[in-house]
């Protein structure tokens, strides 16, 4: 072992360029290049050949000048398409009302969560917090399926309405809007319980005591005093779960009905069931304009964080 | 006291929340019926139907694979990243750099698929390479997604780490690399664990961009529990979910009695320093 290390001290500041390189290649050849190849490929035509789209570039050959030309094909079929035909445009508005929905759901049920557990003995604040972020170790998609057993008509919940008396019959929920509601809000919980956790930790209980002492409400003191103070908190775990619940496929198209439409789902049927791979990248093209403000805002907050550190 | 009283309520709800579908799962494997959702008594037969599940278990295997491979290599990118983050301070293009490992924190993974595979597609046009799609590809994505958090696990590590015994060991005359290997990897190893963990749940539990860059014969896991869910559940399922509670809970209990011991030993090491010294 200390031959090894002995042998990578002589490697020295060339090292230094390596360990950059080594991530940032990768990252530009797997995560930037693909970006640029869906934004050039939303610009082609579908044609039924193998790969199903038509190439954009192509190299015209001039016999009689001797001259060979570089042609460009750009159409805009694909875009005019999305913004002409309601069914895209309902995905994209729906992505976002379901989106926020959850984003609200998950802040009206982490904030009391977080809350809690900054203000419990700080001895049981870490197997609490624990507690909160076991669920996410287990898989998505597993998470995802247990909601359809207690959702569904003759499921858990249907059969403890029917019992008590409250409904006759079996009570579908599953296949719906709020079906989505339920599973996505479950999943994205965690996401919004650590940073809203982390701001509320820090926040000095004192503040809390001045503002008593001053004859504030406790609830008047939380609304003036706490509710500030954690909105980075708020900020960051909102833009956590917004963010990738926009482009959610997996819950919508297990828990939703045929109806909700959700832009990922979208994307997913044009490229699975119509295999028209340019439609798909438009519609990925303009579900990353629509997220490109609130990523670029989650960078900047991320990036605030790392400074103040 | 009331509000203390809401409070304790709010969170023993969220607590419910998050955990009763999942003992409701692991209850359900246990019963006899088909009928998923009415108890008719205790069977353990869905898990041997289970283990005698030819498809099931390859697809397992193959996941298994997957996530190992590809969390080993997002812990080294990741480690490297997370270093140049925290430890190198400027360098030409540290902002492009920045938003490439925060990005896919937050991407959709429809973009990320759909992305990828475009990729694979061109490439295989240009240079002829990857040959078809298949486990390479699959692997390559779920770096690429993984490293994201693996950096991100170890720039804050780093970033809360005290610097001063590296920089005490630099002073020595320690070569940067000595430095990384002798001391920095040592003091970060926990979350290098982490991190891997991290990067294997997160592939093993991908089902999006598996579908988009997988090709035939390359069938995930999570694949094959999407395709099956989608025409319903099956008690199956259901013993398959409890028995990847159980794998991960018992790799996260060992995972944090192994840390715990070495923060205990750590600290012994540190209180016999002061007092030798």
Do not use: H, Q
């Given at each position: 072992m200390s031959g090894v290390v002995s042998a990578l001290s002589?490697?020295?500041?060339?090292g230094r360029g390596v360990v950059i390189a080594m991530p940032y290649l990768w990252l530009l050849l797997f995560f930037l290049v693909p970006f640029l190849i869906v934004f050039g490929i939303s610009f082609s035509e579908s044609i039924v050949a193998q790969p199903p789209y038509a190439p954009l570039l192509a190299w015209l050959r001039d016999e009689d000048a001797g001259t060979t030309k570089l042609q460009i094909l750009l159409n805009l079929t694909n875009y005019l398409r999305l913004t002409g035909d309601d069914l895209y445009i309902l995905a994209y508005l729906n992505s976002v009302k379901i989106a926020l929905v959850t984003t609200l759901l998950c802040l009206l049920i982490g904030y009391p969560m977080a809350y809690a557990i900054a203000r419990a003995e700080p001895a049981r604040r870490g197997p609490l917090m624990m507690l909160v972020i076991l669920p996410f170790w287990t898989s998505f998609l597993i998470r995802i399926y247990a909601w359809i057993g207690i959702l569904k008509g003759n499921g858990v919940i249907s059969n403890l309405l029917e019992s008590l008396g409250l409904t006759s019959g079996p009570v579908e929920i599953l296949y719906s809007d709020w079906a989505v509601y339920i599973g996505m809000t479950y999943c994205y919980l965690p996401f919004m319980v650590l940073p809203l956790y982390s701001t509320l930790e820090k926040l000095d209980p004192t503040l809390l005591e001045a503002a008593a002492d001053l004859g504030c409400r406790p609830f008047k003191s939380f609304l003036t005093v706490t509710l500030p103070l954690s909105l980075p908190g708020i900020i960051a775990g909102s833009l956590l779960v917004f963010i990738p619940a926009v482009g959610e496929f997996v819950t919508p198209e297990l828990?939703?009905?045929?109806?909700?439409?959700?832009i990922g789902r979208v994307l997913w049927n044009e490229f699975f069931?119509?295999?028209?791979w340019p439609v798909a990248s438009g519609v990925a093209i303009a579900l990353l304009l629509l997220l490109v403000v609130p990523i670029m805002y989650f960078q900047h907050v991320q990036g605030r964080e790392e400074g103040g550190r | 006291m009331k509000r203390g009283g809401f409070l304790s309520w709010a969170l023993w709800f969220g607590y419910a929340f998050l955990y009763v579908p999942i003992a409701l799962l692991v209850t359900y494997?246990?019963?006899?019926?088909?009928?998923?959702?009415?108890?008719?008594g205790f069977s353990t037969k869905w898990y041997a139907e289970l283990l005698t599940n030819e498809p099931l278990l390859e697809a397992t295997a193959l996941s298994l694979q997957v996530a190992a491979v590809s969390a080993t290599l997002s812990v080294i990118l990741g480690t490297c990243a997370g270093m140049a983050m925290?430890?190198?301070?400027?360098?030409?293009?540290r902002t492009l750099f920045g938003g490439m490992i925060t990005a896919p924190l937050v991407m959709p993974e429809v973009i990320t698929g759909l992305s990828l595979l475009l990729l694979f597609v061109a490439m295989e046009q240009v240079?002829?390479?990857?040959?078809?799609?298949g486990v390479t590809t699959i692997t390559i994505a779920h770096t690429t997604f993984t490293l994201a958090y693996v950096a991100v696990v170890i720039q804050s590590r780093l970033a809360g780490m005290d610097g001063s015994l590296e920089e005490a060991a630099m002073d020595l005359g320690a070569r940067p690399a000595k430095v990384f290997f002798v001391i920095t990897l040592p003091i970060i190893a926990p979350a290098l664990v982490a991190g891997w963990l991290l990067a294997f749940t997160l592939s093993l539990d991908d089902v999006v961009i598996a579908s988009f860059v997988s090709g035939p014969g390359s069938t995930t896991l999570p694949m094959m529990i999407f395709s099956s869910v989608k025409f319903g559940i099956s008690p199956q399922i259901n013993a398959l979910a409890t028995l990847m509670i159980l794998v991960v809970a018992t790799g996260i209990f060992i995972a944090s009695v192994v840390m715990a011991r070495q923060d205990r030993q750590r600290k012994r090491d540190e209180q016999m320093a002061i007092q030798g010294g």
């Open positions: 002589r490697v020295g500041l060339w828990l939703g009905g045929p109806d909700t439409l959700m069931s119509n295999r028209d | 494997s246990f019963n006899e019926s088909r009928l998923v959702t009415v108890w008719s925290a430890r190198f301070g400027r360098f030409r293009g240079v002829g390479w990857p040959d078809g799609r």
